[in-house]
Structure formats: structure tokens, C-alpha cells
């Protein structure tokens, strides 16, 4: 179990491919309002965040981009990899209207888990997404995007 106290850095990963036409605005919304994914943050903890995407597939460069952070972080302010979380967006985590998780998931949390930073996964959670889950409306979907509708 993460202990979310002892965190000062959500850094939130967002699919590459979904983030060329999403703003990224339920997932912000989310963090702010400690809702989905992030409803086990204590809500009156400050946190600092940064937004990324994973590079696009196969997500490789996720892994540099938190290696820089770590590296970074560590030399200019002392906060190290254990003061550090990353969240995966509900974009690459669930089946929704961007398309189904993505096919390098497993991949993604075996490259963060190499630098040492622990992750979670989910951000938005929106109950319409959840009803088409329960539904089986996603299951067997080929992976488009969609022009409209609610956050992952």
C-alpha cells in the first residue's frame, strides 16, 4: 500500500495518442476535486503535479521522462524517487470512448517500476464510462477516437 502522505509529486501519465485531441481536463479536474483515481489523496495535502504523456507506443519514453524528473528533482530541490508517485491516466488504465487500455500497460508499469517510483493507476472515473463497462459497450471495440463524449 502507497502511503499518499509521504508524497510531495503526482506525476499524471496520459496516453500520447488520446492526449493530441484531449485537453486532459477531467483528469486535472479529478486530482483537484480528489475524486477516481485520486480519491485515497488527502485532500487538504498539498501536492505538486506534472503532466505527461507516455511518448507514444510502445511508451518507452516514459521511462526517460521520469529518469530526467528523478535526476532532476533530486539535484536541484533533494526530493528523491520515494517522495514521488506517478498515476496513469484512465485513458491507458480502462476500456472507454478513446479505446480499450492500452496494449502496453503491463509494459509501462514494468518500466516505472525499474526506476523505483511506485504508480498508480486511474484518474477520472466518469459513471456513464463505468455503466458502458458494466454493459459490455466497450468490450470487442477496435481502438478509435471518438469526437465527443465524457472522460475515461
Known amino acids: ?3 499518499l502522505n509521504e508524497k510531495d ?5 496520459q496516453c500520447h495518442i488520446v492526449k493530441e485531441r484531449c485537453s486532459g481536463y477531467y ?13 485515497d489523496y488527502p485532500k ?19 521511462q526517460r521522462k521520469l529518469i530526467n524528473l528523478k535526476n532532476q528533482i533530486h539535484k536541484r530541490e533533494g526530493v528523491g524517487r520515494d517522495r514521488i508517485v506517478v498515476q496513469l491516466s484512465s485513458c491507458i488504465t480502462k476500456d472507454n470512448y478513446h479505446g480499450p487500455p ?11 517500476a525499474r526506476i523505483g517510483i511506485d504508480v498508480r493507476e486511474d484518474t ?8 458502458r ?17 465524457p472522460a475515461a
Open 102 to 112: 492500452c496494449p502496453h500497460l503491463d509494459y509501462l508499469r514494468t518500466l516505472i
Open 27 to 39: 483528469c486535472e479536474k479529478a486530482f483537484h476535486e480528489r475524486t477516481g483515481g485520486f480519491a
Open 9 to 13: 509529486y503526482v506525476v499524471v501519465v
Open 1 to 3: 500500500m502507497i502511503d
Open 44 to 62: 487538504d495535502r498539498p501536492y505538486r503535479t506534472l503532466y505527461l504523456t507516455c511518448g507514444g507506443c510502445c511508451g518507452r519514453a516514459v
Open 133 to 149: 463497462r458494466r454493459d459490455g459497450v466497450y468490450r470487442g471495440r477496435e481502438a478509435e477516437c471518438l469526437n465527443d463524449g
Open 124 to 131: 477520472s472515473v466518469s459513471e456513464l464510462a463505468e455503466k
